[in-house]
């Protein structure tokens, strides 16, 4: 039988460009361009993290409740009140102020955590096991347009006014298309294990899969938290401008956008583990290198490396989900992604007050320390496991 009438192609291709054109608007937007605009608002370090962590912290009860009502609604559903939400908080953002703003910002990741968990166990269902990572690299990449796309518009279209907004709600109410081309699966599907014996061998594996993936998620969401949340301050402490901010925003979104795919093929071949060792020590020497001067090709450089570093985390951890034995995909991956989200409202209030009660480069140098804990996590897995 061959893959196209083994596998519904058109649905996933559908269900990839939905995910690629809303994260323009929900995350690249949202996420990315948004706390650099309130920067720009006059927002201190202490205000900028309050707002980050409400992106995220908006993500969680939608995290949580969105299995069931993808099995109550349907999955499709569930996607389309997600990026309704998103197209109702970017313009209340743009008409409301401080102490407002971290409304908006809770009802776009809400929104987010909808489209998040209605899309991605639907398509990883219906994908080829024997590639799953790979899938999920190459989706991860996908989705890593945005911080790319978002930066460019912004710089484009300046951040004088509200015009990265509607731009942001356009993208969110565009993704609508592509889901009316996916055709709906059976829901009980969604019950079935989340992987079968070719890609785990013993339950005790998936167990070590697992836990990896749960401290991939836990410190990497950390680290990309404080990051797409407070990278403006950290470029403003440099005395870069708005639009150098804005170009190695998109530069960071490249390296995400490039280095995925390697990162799914890697975690296919030797492991989740041992990519995601290589990818935090390659976090702890860029953010390391970036917390001290240098020279502007060179931060470009650095910054390039560590978009790849640190959007793989996300990447990782879902693989992880994928590959579990027990409990149902869709669980699997709400619960990787509530760690993940929840770890995410506590790395921009942390590395906020930090940066306040120092100065800017104590971003890179939170990021750097959550690196070197994953990487010796992870390393203890590797000893318990064979132990």
Do not use: K
């Amino acid at each position: 039988m061959s893959d196209e009438q083994e596998f519904d192609w058109r649905s996933i291709t559908a269900l990839n460009a939905v995910s690629t054109l809303a994260q323009v608007g929900q995350y690249g937007i949202a996420f990315v361009v948004i706390p650099v605009w309130l920067a720009q608002q006059g927002l201190d370090a202490r205000q900028l993290g309050v707002f980050a962590a409400s992106l995220w912290l908006g993500q969680l009860p939608a995290l949580a409740a969105a299995p069931r009502l993808c099995r109550r609604f349907g999955a499709r559903r569930v996607v389309v009140v997600g990026l309704l939400c998103t197209v109702v908080a970017l313009p209340a953002i743009a008409l409301s102020g401080w102490p407002r703003w971290p409304l908006g910002g809770a009802l776009a990741g809400c929104g987010l955590g909808l489209r998040w968990i209605g899309v991605e166990p639907w398509l990883y269902r219906i994908a080829p096991a024997h590639a799953r990572g790979r899938l999920v690299g190459f989706h991860e990449s996908l989705i890593a347009l945005a911080p790319i796309v978002a930066p460019l518009l912004a710089g484009r279209l300046g951040l004088h006014d509200f015009s990265v907004f509607w731009v942001g709600a356009a993208f969110s109410a565009l993704a609508l298309v592509p889901l009316a081309m996916a055709r709906d699966t059976d829901d009980a599907s969604s019950t079935a294990p989340a992987t079968d014996a070719s890609t785990n061998r013993s339950g005790t594996l998936g167990e070590v899969v697992f836990l990896q993936g749960v401290i991939v998620a836990l410190l990497g969401g950390m680290a990309e938290g404080a990051l797409s949340g407070l990278f403006g301050l950290f470029t403003q402490g440099r005395g870069l401008s708005v639009a150098q901010t804005a170009d190695l925003l998109a530069i960071f979104g490249v390296g995400g956008l490039l280095l995925q795919y390697p990162v799914g093929w890697l975690a296919d071949h030797r492991g989740v583990g041992r990519a995601a060792v290589l990818c935090a020590l390659g976090t702890a020497v860029t953010a390391f290198l970036l917390a001290w001067p240098l020279d502007y090709v060179l931060a470009m450089v650095a910054i390039f490396l560590l978009g790849g570093f640190i959007t793989a985390f996300l990447t990782l951890a879902i693989v992880a989900s994928t590959m579990t034995r027990g409990g149902n995909m869709a669980r699997n991956v709400s619960v990787i992604s509530m760690v993940y989200s929840g770890a995410a409202v506590g790395g921009p209030l942390i590395a906020g007050a930090t940066m306040a009660a120092t100065r800017a480069d104590a971003l890179m140098v939170f990021t750097a320390t959550l690196a070197l804990a994953m990487a010796a996590a992870l390393a203890w897995t590797a000893l318990r496991r064979s132990g």
